[in-house]
Every structure is written in C-alpha cells, then in structure tokens.
C-alpha cells in the first residue's frame, strides 16, 4: 500500500546553503507523524516544499503514489494536502463565516460561480456551521477575523486547513504562540482529528509531542537524523545531545 | 554605426546620471519617487536662466546647478517626502505623481511652454571626425562628465564610510540603526545628492533630450526602466542598464524609425518577465 | 446542526448584498437627472440648465473608475496602464462607425469591449508576478506602446491630429444623437447601470468573495484550493472589458478619437478620481467621478491653463492628510447617512441596516 505521504531525496538550496539535504519521508495512512528539531533545521521549509511554497532543488514528493513535486500548490490542495501555518495566515478582513466557506465553496468547485449569490448552497452552509461549531468558533463567526483574540485565531487557522477536507494534513506549531489557557482547546482539535487523515505535525512542545505521535522524525541541519517510535526516540542520548548542542560525539 | 554606438552611449551615460539617484532612493528606501525627473528639469531651467540670462559660464553654471537642485532635494525630503516614506506604494506613487503635476504646471507658468535651450560654449559645438567615427564634441563632454561621475560615484560608494554605511542602509535598514548608522541622515544626503545629480543631467541633456516643461513625464519611463531592469542593488545594474537602453533606444530610432520607441518598452517587458527584480538584483528581496 | 445557525448565515449573505437605501437613492437620483437637467425648465430657474454634457462625461469616466477598483479594490493590482484597454476600445469603436463595419451603436460598443478584454486578457499574465514596481512598469509600458503603435500609423489612426470624420448612426436605429447630449446622457446611462449590476452580482458572488481572499492573502488563498493566478487573469480581463466599454462610450459620444486616450494624464487622472471616491466598494469610481469632474470644471473655469497645478495639489494633499483618514471619515458620513434614511417614516426605504464588515 502506498503511503499516503512521501519524499525521496528532497533538497532545497539557498545560494550556497543546504536548508533541506535529502529527506527522504514515508509517512503511512492515518499516521500520527511527528516532525521535530531544533531551530532552524529545516522543518518549515519541509512543510513548504511538501505543499508547493517553494520549489525543490532536487528531490520527488508523492502524494498517494501520485508525484506532485511539479504542481501548484492550489492543485495539490485539490488532490487532499493541506496544511496549517505557524504564524497565522487568515484572511484579517473577511469573517470566520466567510474563510471557512471559501475554503468549502472551492473543494465542492463552486468558488468561480460569479452569477451567485455566495451563502445560497445550502450544503455549503451547513458544512460551515458544522466545521465552525466543532472549533467552537460559532460565536464569534460574523466579526472581522482581525479583530478576533489569538487563540480564536489559531482555531480558525486549524478549521480553515479541516475545511479543505485533506486527506493528509501538515501542522505547523499548531499551539504555537497560544496562551496557557487556550492551548487545551487547540491540543484537543488536533487530537480529535478524524482518524483516516494523515497528520504530520511539526511542534516544540514535547508533551503534545510525545501524546499525540505514534511515529517521530528528528530533522538536524536539513537532514533526517534519526526516526522511529517515539519511545524509541525519546531513549536515544544522541537526540537530547543534538537539542543541548554537545558534540554527537560524546 | 560606430557612430551610432557612441551616442548610443552618451545618452546611455546621461541616462545613468539622472536615474542612479533614483535607483539608490529605490532600493534605500523603498520609495517610489516618480518626481525624479522634476528635479532634472529644475536643474535644467536653472542652467538655462543662469548662462543664457545671468551669463555664468557654462561649466560653473552646471556646478550651481547640481548644488541648487541639491538643497532642493534636501529641503523637500526633510518637509515633504519624510511624512511618505511609510505609506504603501500606492500612495507614494500618487503623491510623486501630484509633486510632478504641480511642478510640470509651475514651470510652465513661470518659464512658458517653448523647449528651451543652453547657450553652449562654442568649444563644445560641432564634430569631428576620429577614426571614421562622427564624434560629437557636446556628447563626448557627455560620455567624460558622466564617466567620471560613475567612477567618482564607485570610489565614494566602495571607498569611504559614507559609502559603506549607505551600502548598509541599502542591505537592511533595521540592521544598519542597530548598528549605531543614522538611516535618516545617509537617506537624506543620498537624496539630496541624487537630485542633485538629476540636476545636473538635466542640464547636461538639455542640448540632447530637449527641455520643456513637460520633461519629467516624458522621460519618467525612461529612468524607471532603468530602475527597474537594472535593479537597485548596485550601480553597476543601472549603468549597464542605462547603456543597453541608450544604445538600443539610438539605434532602434535610427535602423527601424517606425519601431524605433517600441525596442525599448518591448525590452523593458520581456526582461521583467524573465527576471521581475531587475536583471541584477539580488535573490532575496526585502 | 443548529437550524438557528444555518438560518443565522443564510441571513447574513443576503443582508450583505441587499440594496441599501443610500444606493437607491444614489440611482434615482441619476434616473431624475435625465430630466432635471436637461434645461428644460429653464424658465423655472437657470440651476435646471441642461448639464447633460458633463454628465455624460462623469458617466463614462465613473464606469472607467469602476474598472479600475475591479482590479486595485478587489484584487489588489496597482495599475497605471488601465489607459490601454480604455483607448484601444476608443479608437475601435470611432473606427467602426467611420468606416461603417459596424454602424449599430450598441453592437459596435459590445465588440469595441470585447477587443479590450482581449487585450486585458493578453496581457495579464504581464501582472501576476512581481512587485507593485515591476506591475506599474510593466502596466505602463503595455499602454506607451499602445500609443506609440496609435501614432506610427497615422493613416488608420489620425495619429497625432486625432481621428477625423467620424459619425454614428442611431442607437438601435431609433435614437439619433443630438446637439445637447440627452441621447448621449441615457444611452451611458444605461450602459453604466447595466454594468454596474453585473458587476455587483459579481461581488457578491462566491467568485468575488475569492477576489477578496486573493487581494487580502494571496499566499493563503493559495493553500486553501483557490488558483490565484486564474482569478487574477479573469479580474483583470473583466476589468479590461468595463474600461473599453467606457472607452468605446467616450469615442461614441464625442464621435472623435485622439492619442490623448493613451496618455499618462489619463491614467493618472483615473487614480486620483477611485482615491477621491474610495477603494472596494464599487461605488468609489462613481462617487469620484462626479467629485473630480466638478473639481476640474471648476479648476478649468478659473485657471484653463494651470489646472494640473490644482490636480497635483490635491493628489498630494490627499496623501498626507491620509487616504485611510478619508476613507474612514467618508465611511462614517456613509453610515450615519444611511441610519438617518432607514429611520425615515417611509417603509420602503426601511431596509436591514447596513452591514457592518466588508460589503
């Protein structure tokens, strides 16, 4: 069976730097599959690459057998990638209402109706009122997105990647920036994600780590260092060496 | 044809001369300053009332020239442009493109509506022949003013600590304040300066590109190519870019006269298709 | 599901694009100028003198303004290149009627529009990339070339004298233009409104809520499915379809076409008449027009010379005083008119108020 999710040998140079040197990902359906490293290895720049941001130096990313590593990214959200980012990246002028049924509208291929009054489809509205409702955002649906506290925010972020219905879905520091309070309701949507979609999550906070994946990759420096359970992981002397900074030979 | 060739690089070099300043306000400031060719004009008709009506000779009329539209440029960037710089590009067009409005209709108040000229120095007139080239006399004084204008122009830029702190500011300005280097001061004097410099190839190129007062909108497109194909990282960008578009503009007038003024904005937009940040700005933008 | 909410929603979208009292009113106010003033009732009092000619003229320069906020508005484009599309329609349609290709004025208005979407269509790939500097660049180099290729073939064009002997036959072969305008007048009119409801329905549709998404994140817009690029060529084609509509107008209505339509004046005119107005609510081109035509009216009467003087003036104040400022100020305006005219005893005009977020 193929994996839902794979690369093979992926790079991406910078001028002379190597921020991604071959990574070579599998990841299974319905995994739970943790991306993790210091700052600045890389992981971001996997998740870019991954959904068409930026375009590899070398390398094939294959989404469900399917290669991609050529198509624009609006065409691999239609093929069922979708991902959320680390910092914010809504849509400040437009309601809760209205992002999440762009992004429903768009996969239901009703998005270039131009003759339409938008908000008419009745399913559409009733997945929007579904989606908003499980993220607890049903409140605050009709105020500017701008205007809406952090951690509703980061809700609406999470949503707006659901509504895109993926089939493998890329999460970039969900909590991150979430004040204490609020962390609970973010580290409780991700945990309730429906469990035939793949879920690769890229986090610094260890707990939700280590509860949430059932497969864990350590990126160093652009390259995948080590992989396993997280068990596994969490043992090896190496991988608390690379995140302390002593020499891998000690 | 060599003949063509070396007016094609005269304009080329009076074209760097009035756009560099525009390209170092570009990429410093991230200001769209389409008024640019404002101050090339007033440089020009301060030339023109200076030798032709007060009688200063040509040479020290220039020098004026440059240091008038220079504080100039001073006193409008510390009055006017200070209050735009953090506005969207939008905005900045707008109000560059009023400032041009405003000073388009001044001078043609003040100085009437006719293409004026400069009494040049009778040393200047005429050509002669090197080579089997027609050398220009006004245009190889052109070619040597502006050559030692950009070699002048280098040495300040890689030679001296103004040159490394405005290099800096250009880099990133942020980093350069919390360096301890008052972006404010370098962005005001590089301002000034490149007016000045407008200045002084509006004087320069009165006897070549025709002054009136609606130069700074005829020739906007011209040092926006420049700008734009040649990149703002440098002056090596807007020099070669400013030769390519002399030449190109010379010769394509000359070879094929109907098309002649299409070579350039049909170069302009392929190369910004091919490379949208100029043909030699860096990769990574700000 | 809560039925309380789906109901909640399905309100909202039709609240949002619901006409609100101020633009009935902004439209029966065109529809009574028709008669107001067209100096007939002169007799009465010189303020109904006929001013059927300027506001033909704030008529097509509103649809040309509303071209315009169709791509910096809604989707983000600075363009100083609008021109192009507006001039080629222009010249097209004078050269239809001259050389009696297509002598019907609707039609040839039609297909004049349709050549500037053409050329709107061809060219946007031009601003799909690059910064705001390279897109103006790019923009008004595509329209200096228009105008070079309009004065290198005078014996088509007219070149720099203009195009010549041009005449129009009736609309629809009933409505001969006449010596006051008011044929002229209703012919934009309609033409105007007509636009102009489609172009509302497209804004509010499912593809202008995209348009919004795209000028407000284009990167995330991106990620959720929506082709950035598709929306971006289509906007800008529809753009260039209304602008040569108000070309073709232009040249219908004056029976003339010069170089001047090319010109940078003209594009830069055109920005100045959406700021003044306002930015993404569609009737800022409209609104702007009928401002800046006053404003130059009565500039042109006391300084014919010099008024780009004043016209610069004002760009530049506008600027400092802050386009945001105005646009807040005048929105306020807006909204408390609007309030004081649902409270009116008429029932009518007692609409939903008017929405808070984006229109």
């Known amino acids: 069976m193929p994996a839902a999710l794979a690369t093979q040998s992926l790079e991406k140079h910078f001028g002379g730097i190597a921020a991604v040197n071959g990574v070579s990902l599998a990841i299974e359906k319905g995994a739970r599959h943790a991306l993790i490293g210091p700052n600045g290895a890389g992981k971001t720049t996997v998740i870019n690459?991954?959904?068409?941001?930026?375009?590899?130096?070398?390398?094939?990313?294959?989404?469900?057998?399917?290669?991609?590593?050529?198509?624009?990214?609006?065409?691999?959200?239609?093929?069922?990638?979708?991902?959320?980012?680390?910092?914010?990246?809504?849509?400040?002028?437009?309601?809760?209402?209205?992002?999440?049924?762009?992004?429903?509208?768009?996969?239901?291929?009703?998005?270039?109706?131009?003759?339409?009054?938008?908000?008419?489809?009745?399913?559409?509205?009733?997945?929007?009122?579904?989606?908003?409702?499980?993220?607890?955002?049903?409140?605050?649906?009709?105020?500017?997105?701008?205007?809406?506290?952090?951690?509703?925010?980061?809700?609406?972020?999470?949503?707006?990647?659901?509504?895109?219905?993926?089939?493998v879905l890329l999460l970039d520091e969900p909590a991150a920036g979430v004040p204490e309070a609020e962390r609970h309701d973010i580290l409780a949507t991700v945990a309730a994600l429906p469990s035939d979609v793949t879920v690769l999550l890229i986090e610094h906070d260890m707990d939700l780590v280590f509860s949430f994946a059932d497969r864990i990759s350590v990126l160093v420096n652009g390259s995948l260092f080590i992989e396993g359970a997280p068990d596994e992981v969490a043992r090896d002397p190496r991988v608390k060496a690379v995140y302390l900074g002593e020499s891998l030979n000690a | 044809m060599l003949t063509i060739?070396?007016?094609?690089?005269?304009?080329?070099?009076?074209?760097?001369?009035?756009?560099?300043?525009?390209?170092?306000?570009?990429?410093?400031?991230?200001?769209?300053?389409?008024?640019?060719?404002?101050?090339?004009?007033?440089?020009?008709?301060?030339?023109?009332?200076?030798?032709?009506?007060?009688?200063?000779?040509?040479?020290?009329?220039?020098?004026?020239?440059?240091?008038?539209?220079?504080?100039?440029?001073?006193?409008?960037?510390?009055?006017?442009?200070?209050?735009?710089?953090?506005?969207?590009?939008?905005?900045?067009?707008?109000?560059?493109?009023?400032?041009?409005?405003?000073s388009v209709a001044a001078v043609d108040y003040v100085m009437g509506s006719q293409q004026v000229f400069i009494q040049i120095p009778s040393a200047l007139q005429g050509r002669f022949e090197l080579f089997g080239i027609g050398i220009g006399r006004y245009r190889l004084l052109i070619i040597i003013v502006c050559g030692i204008l950009t070699l002048g122009l280098q040495l300040i830029l890689s030679g001296t600590?103004?040159?490394?702190?405005?290099?800096?500011?250009?880099?990133?300005?942020?980093?350069?304040?919390?360096?301890?280097?008052?972006?404010?001061?370098?962005?005001?004097?590089?301002?000034?300066?490149?007016?000045?410099?407008?200045?002084?190839?509006?004087?320069?190129?009165?006897?070549?590109?025709?002054?009136?007062?609606?130069?700074?909108?005829?020739?906007?497109?011209?040092?926006?190519?420049v700008v734009t194909v040649g990149g703002t990282s440098s002056i090596t960008g807007p020099f070669i870019a400013s030769l390519l578009i002399g030449i190109a503009d010379v010769a394509g007038k000359y070879y094929v006269p109907k098309f002649g003024a299409f070579v350039i904005y049909t170069i302009m937009i392929v190369l910004l298709l091919l490379r949208p940040q100029g043909l030699f700005a860096r990769a990574a933008g700000k | 599901m809560d039925p309380g909410s789906i109901k909640q929603v399905s309100h909202h979208f039709a609240n949002r694009a619901r006409w609100s009292a101020m633009e009935y009113a902004f439209w029966l106010a065109a529809l009574a100028s028709i008669f107001v003033c067209g100096g007939y009732w002169t007799e009465i009092s010189p303020l109904f003198a006929n001013r059927h000619l300027i506001l033909t003229e704030i008529a097509w320069l509103g649809l040309f303004a509303l071209s315009l906020d169709l791509i910096l508005g809604y989707a983000g484009i600075i363009s100083l290149g609008h021109a192009a599309f507006f001039g080629l329609a222009s010249y097209i349609a004078a050269l239809l009627a001259k050389h009696a290709i297509i002598t019907e004025p609707v039609l040839a208005l039609v297909v004049s529009g349709f050549a500037a979407a053409l050329l709107g269509f061809a060219t946007s790939f031009l601003v799909l990339r690059g910064s705001d500097l390279t897109r103006l660049m790019v923009t008004l180099g595509v329209t200096l070339i228009m105008r070079e290729i309009a004065n290198q073939i005078p014996e088509i064009t007219g070149g720099a004298d203009g195009l010549q002997g041009v005449v129009?036959?009736?609309?629809?072969?009933?409505?001969?233009?006449?010596?006051?305008?008011?044929?002229?007048?209703?012919?934009?009119?309609?033409?105007?409104?007509?636009?102009?409801?489609?172009?509302?329905?497209?804004?509010?549709?499912?593809?202008?809520?995209?348009?919004?998404?795209?000028?407000?994140?284009?990167?995330?817009?991106?990620?959720?499915?929506?082709?950035?690029?598709?929306?971006?060529?289509?906007?800008?084609?529809?753009?260039?379809?209304?602008?040569?509509?108000?070309?073709a107008l232009l040249a219908q209505t004056?029976?003339?076409?010069?170089?001047?339509?090319?010109?940078?004046?003209?594009?830069?005119?055109?920005?100045?008449?959406?700021?003044?107005?306002?930015?993404?609510?569609?009737?800022?081109?409209?609104?702007?027009?009928?401002?800046?035509?006053?404003?130059?009216?009565?500039?042109?009467?006391?300084?014919?010379?010099?008024?780009?003087?004043?016209?610069?003036?004002?760009?530049?104040?506008?600027?400092?005083?802050?386009?945001?400022?105005?646009?807040?100020?005048?929105?306020?305006?807006?909204?408390?008119?609007?309030?004081?005219?649902?409270?009116?005893?008429?029932?009518?005009?007692?609409?939903?108020?008017?929405?808070?977020?984006?229109?």
Not at chain 1, 51 to 64: D, K, M, N
Not at chain 3, 180 to 198: D, K, N, Q
Not at chain 3, 260 to 286: K, N, Q
């Open chain 2, 161 to 225: 600590r103004f040159g490394s702190r405005l290099r800096a500011s250009v880099d990133d300005a942020r980093v350069a304040r919390g360096l301890g280097i008052n972006v404010n001061n370098v962005f005001a004097l590089t301002f000034a300066f490149g007016s000045g410099l407008a200045g002084l190839g509006g004087a320069l190129g009165a006897e070549i590109l025709g002054l009136d007062p609606t130069f700074p909108l005829k020739y906007m497109v011209y040092f926006l190519i």
């Open chain 1, 49 to 167: 690459l991954l959904t068409g941001v930026l375009r590899p130096s070398a390398g094939r990313i294959v989404l469900e057998g399917e290669d991609i590593t050529a198509l624009d990214s609006h065409h691999r959200v239609r093929r069922g990638l979708a991902r959320t980012f680390q910092i914010n990246q809504l849509f400040l002028d437009l309601t809760p209402l209205e992002t999440v049924g762009l992004a429903i509208s768009e996969r239901m291929g009703t998005g270039w109706q131009w003759w339409r009054l938008a908000g008419t489809k009745l399913e559409v509205t009733e997945e929007i009122v579904d989606i908003l409702s499980r993220f607890r955002l049903t409140d605050v649906m009709l105020e500017r997105t701008g205007n809406l506290p952090y951690g509703k925010q980061r809700l609406l972020e999470i949503a707006l990647a659901i509504a895109c219905r993926p089939r």
């Open chain 2, 5 to 102: 060739l070396f007016d094609g690089i005269a304009y080329g070099m009076l074209l760097f001369v009035l756009a560099c300043g525009l390209s170092v306000t570009l990429g410093l400031m991230n200001f769209v300053n389409l008024a640019h060719g404002a101050f090339a004009m007033a440089g020009g008709y301060i030339t023109v009332v200076l030798v032709n009506r007060a009688g200063v000779p040509f040479f020290p009329g220039l020098v004026i020239a440059f240091a008038i539209t220079a504080l100039l440029g001073l006193l409008l960037e510390r009055t006017l442009y200070v209050h735009v710089y953090s506005k969207s590009h939008l905005d900045q067009v707008l109000f560059t493109i009023g400032l041009v409005f405003m």
């Open chain 3, 168 to 247: 129009i036959a009736p609309i629809l072969g009933l409505f001969q233009f006449d010596i006051f305008g008011h044929v002229a007048y209703v012919y934009c009119l309609v033409v105007l409104f007509v636009l102009f409801l489609l172009a509302r329905r497209i804004i509010y549709s499912p593809f202008g809520l995209s348009l919004r998404a795209v000028k407000g994140n284009a990167l995330r817009s991106g990620l959720i499915g929506i082709s950035v690029n598709g929306r971006l060529i289509a906007v800008y084609t529809l753009a260039a379809f209304y602008a040569g509509i108000a070309g």
């Open chain 3, 254 to 359: 004056t029976a003339f076409a010069s170089l001047d339509v090319f010109s940078f004046e003209r594009s830069a005119d055109l920005l100045l008449v959406l700021i003044i107005g306002g930015t993404g609510y569609l009737y800022g081109g409209l609104i702007g027009a009928v401002i800046f035509k006053l404003m130059q009216d009565w500039i042109a009467n006391l300084t014919p010379q010099y008024w780009q003087f004043w016209i610069g003036l004002v760009l530049v104040l506008i600027v400092l005083v802050g386009r945001d400022r105005i646009g807040t100020a005048t929105a306020m305006i807006r909204t408390s008119v609007q309030r004081a005219v649902s409270r009116l005893p008429v029932p009518a005009l007692r609409v939903a108020a008017p929405p808070a977020e984006g229109r």
